[in-house]
């Protein structure tokens, strides 16, 4: 069983199946220019396409247009209301790392503890820092999608 399989060739790694190998629709021909020419049947049926009513399909639905509108689905309002909840709590979880982070700042700073007082700082300047997102969130999103409407 084993022994009526060819052995494999340094091309191969494992032995082929016996009998006619199948026919690849397409094949690469070097012509000697620089650029590659595909020949066969799919490379044919492609050109057929685009040249056709595949174009003429891409260049109708080139025109497309978008307005968001939270109120357009079901929910839209339920959505915005769970984004200004999330806004909230992520502005009172911000200032409450604010308070413990000048606290730490502050206690590090009186009895001499550099690493508290590093420490301290830094949560000062990271609570900030993610105010600041949060507030600037739906204004940095609309400039970029103002930026990107403006694209032709």
């Given at each position: 069983m084993i022994s009526d399989l060819p052995s494999p060739s340094p091309l191969t790694r494992w032995p082929l199946p016996p009998g006619p190998r199948p026919a690849v629709p397409l094949s690469f021909r070097w012509?000697?220019?620089p650029a590659p020419r595909w020949t066969g049947s799919l490379a044919e049926g492609v050109g057929r396409a685009?040249?056709?009513?595949l174009h003429d399909v891409l260049l109708a639905t080139a025109n497309l247009q978008l307005s968001p509108d939270t109120n357009a689905l079901p929910g839209g309002q339920v959505l915005q209301n769970l984004m200004n909840g999330l806004d909230g709590w992520a502005l009172a979880l911000a200032l409450v790392g604010l308070v413990i982070g000048a606290a730490a700042w502050a206690l590090g700073s009186h009895g001499q503890n550099y690493q508290q007082s590093f420490v301290g700082r830094r949560a000062v300047l990271i609570s900030g820092f993610a105010a600041l997102l949060i507030?600037?969130?739906p204004g940095i999103v609309n400039f970029f999608f103002n930026t990107g409407t403006g694209v032709h």
């Open positions: 012509t000697g220019s685009t040249r056709g009513g507030g600037a969130g």
